[in-house]
């Protein structure tokens, strides 16, 4: 049977990378070792360190005034070292909310300064929306704006790029952005932001690692006090190998960065994102048993929460999809119901066989209890 993975994260990976990583395993390179049992300081690893960056700059067409950084501690990590690095003595920051991960963002940042909470999020005919940036309040003297593109739980999107551009006078704000459940799945223009981060277990690789891509400007604001581990400035300076770094976790970067690129790059996966998403949310509009609460301008591709009629049936919906083969469709415990993640690695016949699924799922249960 084949089986379709919709979990959050970690997540997915495409199996082409995998079935490489498999062959590789026990003699990497002809070394007849595995590359995780090699030196992080050795020119073989540095190699695969060199050509994971160069195949993301690539792959984001990231400008030369920005370093790209490998850092250990995930999603949340960034949570503590964007404030950490990025407030000047002032310690002020706007954060822009819209669902869990941006307001445990916030959260962490009070720890270090002052990051004043926003919730951008409103009701339109019961669905909830994100208010165009231009209506985003932004004071004078900030150290920085935060605000998550993609709510992995709540399953809301910001497609918008900020309009604070480089291009426009008006941008004297630095811009930081957690893309860590949108990152690598629609194009971006890098310059917009000042910093992006994410954890890398949905479109990347492992988790624990996370990658940062920072306008060297910023370099300068890491202080001393600053943890080295989490230091910006020092991680950009050792090529992110202050420390060991994850190496297994950025070299399965590297096979998916450069399976990305074979798939024609970002502008091609984003064009089966749009499919697959599209396909999914339209089973659900046209579906009087499942639904989705989220306008749709702000639908998320990446993370499509769905509920059931009668939350009742939650439990068989579930059981009788894992012995299909679709697995991770829980949704998350802060919210209940369902979530089909469909990340760049899960191919369209997934989220076929999961609307297939989902319409015989209908059919069968529609007269069940209302
Ligand atoms: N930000 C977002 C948008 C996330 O989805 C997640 C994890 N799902 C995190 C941050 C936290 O990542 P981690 O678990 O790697 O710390």
């Not at 900020?162 to 223009?189: G, K, M, Q, W, Y």
């Not at 690695?345 to 059919?363: C, N, R, S």
């Amino acid at each position: 049977m084949i089986v379709y993975n919709f979990c959050a994260g970690p997540a997915m990976l495409p199996k082409a990378v995998l079935k490489k990583a498999q062959a590789e395993l026990l003699d990497w390179q002809g070394l007849g070792c595995s590359v995780m049992e090699i030196s992080h300081r050795s020119k073989e690893f540095i190699a695969v360190y060199e050509q994971a960056i160069a195949s993301i700059k690539k792959l984001m067409n990231i400008p030369d005034n920005y370093s790209v950084l490998f850092m250990h501690g995930g999603g949340r990590g960034q949570f503590s070292a964007v404030p950490l690095n990025l407030f000047t003595e002032r310690a002020m920051a706007n954060y822009f909310t819209t669902g869990s991960w941006s307001s445990s963002a916030v959260q962490e940042a009070n720890k270090f300064g002052n990051a004043k909470e926003y919730n951008l999020t409103y009701l339109e005919n019961g669905l909830t929306r994100v208010k165009p940036f231009i209506e985003w309040p932004i004071n004078e003297h900030l150290d920085y704006v935060h605000y998550c593109p993609n709510e992995t739980v709540d399953g809301i999107e910001i497609f918008e790029q900020p309009v604070f551009t480089p291009h426009s006078a008006t941008r004297n704000h630095t811009i930081v952005a957690d893309f860590s459940s949108t990152i690598l799945s629609r194009e971006i223009n890098v310059a917009d932001y000042d910093l992006i981060y994410a954890g890398a277990q949905k479109n990347i690789g492992p988790s624990g690692l996370s990658l940062v891509i920072v306008n060297n400007a910023l370099l300068k604001r890491s202080q001393n006090h600053v943890p080295s581990i989490m230091n910006y400035s020092i991680t950009a300076e050792k090529g992110s190998m202050f420390n060991t770094p994850p190496t297994y976790a950025i070299y399965l970067a590297k096979l998916v960065f450069d399976w990305l690129l074979e798939q024609g790059g970002i502008k091609a996966i984003e064009k089966k994102n749009i499919q697959k998403s599209a396909l999914l949310y339209k089973t659900i509009d046209q579906s009087k048993f499942f639904s989705n609460s989220v306008h749709p301008n702000n639908r998320s591709r990446m993370n499509v929460p769905f509920t059931l009629k009668d939350p009742k049936l939650d439990d068989v919906f579930l059981t009788k999809a894992t012995e299909r083969g679709l697995v991770g469709l829980k949704g998350h415990r802060s919210v209940g119901g369902m979530r089909a993640s469909i990340y760049n690695a899960m191919p369209l016949e997934g989220v076929q066989a999961l609307v297939d699924f989902m319409k015989e799922f209908e059919t069968s249960h529609s007269n069940s209890t209302f």
